[in-house]
């Protein structure tokens, strides 16, 4: 089930699809990683945080026990319903307004690396729009051989999260990635496109949207803290 999709993104399953190929089930199901680890490292203690892509809450309700303040963005609307304790706000991340800075925002789940270049610019730039002028901006990167490792899997909770191809596109720069959620009582899939983004091409990407790298928080240079540019 699902309306609209984005070109080159879809999903199957059970229940709702969101416009991205992500199943609202699956993320209702799987267990948080190090994200509130890597935010509460990064940020100062009760920080008003903007999540943008919060899906089902999976980060939001670590993070709102940890004592932070999150208003919490998606544009699903069935995403959004399973938020609890969070100011929620339904909109696409790329036409976000509102009108006010936050303390920290966070872009995780990859978002960065958006098939279509607008896109992940127009990313950034609502994260620089949004981001107090002595705040932080906290977006997650891919590992450096994502692109080549494939295929592979990992276990989380009682999912086998299974990377099952990597198919070329017309772009040489982007993939289109096969991603399988195997739990034991039913399987979902997701299809998305991602563009390389090596640290290079990362940064100017940030300088373009008016952010600086400040340092990066994870030995593979997955997690990043940028800042403001003044």
Same mark, same amino acid.
């Given at each position: 089930? $699902?309306?609209?999709?984005?070109? !080159?993104?879809? !999903?199957? $399953?059970?229940?709702?699809?969101?416009?991205?190929?992500? &199943?609202? +089930? =699956?993320?209702?199901?799987?267990?948080?990683g190090d994200e509130p680890d890597? @935010?509460?490292?990064?940020?100062?203690? $009760?920080?008003?945080?903007? #999540?943008? !892509?919060?899906? &089902?809450?999976?980060?939001?309700?670590?993070?709102?026990?940890?004592?932070?303040? @999150?208003?919490?963005?998606?544009?699903?609307?069935?995403?959004?319903?399973?938020?609890? $304790?969070?100011?929620?706000?339904?909109?696409?991340?790329?036409?976000?307004?509102?009108?006010?800075?936050?303390?920290? =925002?966070?872009?995780?789940?990859?978002?960065?690396?958006? !098939?279509?270049?607008?896109?992940?610019?127009?990313?950034?730039?609502?994260?620089?729009?949004?981001?107090?002028?002595?705040?932080?901006?906290?977006?997650?990167? +891919?590992?450096?051989?994502?692109?080549?490792?494939?295929?592979? #899997?990992?276990?989380?909770?009682?999912?086998?999260?299974?990377?099952?191809?990597?198919?070329?596109?017309?772009?040489?720069?982007?993939?289109?990635?096969?991603?399988?959620?195997?739990?034991?009582?039913?399987?979902?899939?997701?299809?998305?496109?991602?563009?390389?983004?090596?640290? #290079?091409?990362? +940064?100017? &990407?940030? &300088?373009?949207?008016?952010?600086?790298?400040?340092?990066?928080?994870?030995?593979?240079?997955?997690?990043?803290?940028?800042?403001?540019?003044?």
């Amino acid at each position: 089930m $699902g309306g609209w999709a984005r070109e !080159g993104y879809g !999903g199957t $399953g059970p229940g709702a699809i969101t416009p991205d190929g992500c &199943a609202v +089930e =699956v993320y209702t199901r799987l267990p948080v990683g190090d994200e509130p680890d890597v @935010v509460a490292s990064a940020v100062p203690a $009760g920080a008003r945080l903007l #999540e943008l !892509g919060c899906g &089902a809450g999976r980060v939001t309700h670590p993070l709102l026990e940890r004592g932070f303040t @999150v208003t919490a963005v998606d544009e699903s609307p069935e995403m959004l319903e399973r938020v609890r $304790g969070a100011r929620t706000v339904r909109s696409s991340i790329e036409t976000l307004e509102l009108d006010e800075r936050f303390d920290a =925002v966070l872009l995780s789940s990859f978002l960065v690396h958006a !098939g279509d270049p607008r896109v992940r610019d127009a990313l950034l730039r609502t994260c620089r729009r949004h981001v107090a002028d002595d705040g932080c901006v906290l977006i997650q990167r +891919e590992g450096e051989d994502w692109h080549d490792r494939v295929p592979r #899997e990992r276990r989380a909770g009682d999912a086998l999260i299974r990377i099952a191809s990597a198919d070329p596109t017309d772009d040489p720069e982007v993939t289109s990635f096969r991603t399988e959620y195997v739990f034991p009582d039913g399987t979902w899939t997701q299809t998305f496109l991602s563009r390389r983004l090596g640290k #290079e091409r990362f +940064e100017r &990407a940030l &300088a373009d949207a008016g952010l600086v790298v400040d340092t990066y928080l994870t030995a593979d240079r997955t997690w990043v803290r940028a800042l403001p540019l003044r």
